[in-house]
């Protein structure tokens, strides 16, 4: 099992900027894919993003593409996910995932791969 710790959240204007971190633990974090998922009020969870071990794959949720990116930093066991131009649409809390990465994996494969491992999420709101 994977242990993951967000942080990060919370209050921003729109347009402004935030980033979120997690932390993971407990496994060989190269073995895996990370991505970030977000659930708003009354709204089904989705997937926002994803990077693949070596940050070869980086597949996006069609509303964040050239707004949000992602990162990892694998000597820390870390990944990010800078956010700007935010918008009000974007408040939700936030959670990371890990998933075990093949290397066969093509960028769609990132969107339901077997993320068994999340975060407790960070809550993220947007104001207009």
């Known amino acids: 099992q994977v242990h993951l710790l967000e942080r990060g959240g919370g209050l921003v204007q729109a347009g402004g900027s935030l980033r979120l971190s997690c932390a993971a633990s407990g496994r060989t974090f190269t073995d895996y894919a990370m991505a970030w998922f977000r659930q708003a009020p009354g709204k089904e969870r989705e997937f926002v993003a994803a990077?693949?071990?070596?940050?070869?794959?980086?597949p996006y949720a069609d509303s964040v593409k050239g707004r949000f990116t992602i990162s990892r930093v694998n000597a820390k066991n870390l990944v990010y996910l800078q956010m700007s131009s935010l918008r009000p649409e974007d408040t939700a809390v936030y959670y990371c995932?890990?998933?075990?990465?093949?290397?066969?994996?093509?960028?769609?494969?990132?969107?339901?791969?077997?993320?068994?491992?999340w975060g407790q999420g960070t809550q993220v709101t947007v104001s207009s």
């Open positions: 995932a890990a998933a075990p990465d093949r290397w066969y994996y093509t960028d769609s494969d990132y969107y339901t791969a077997e993320y068994n491992d």
């Open positions: 990077i693949s071990w070596g940050g070869y794959h980086t």
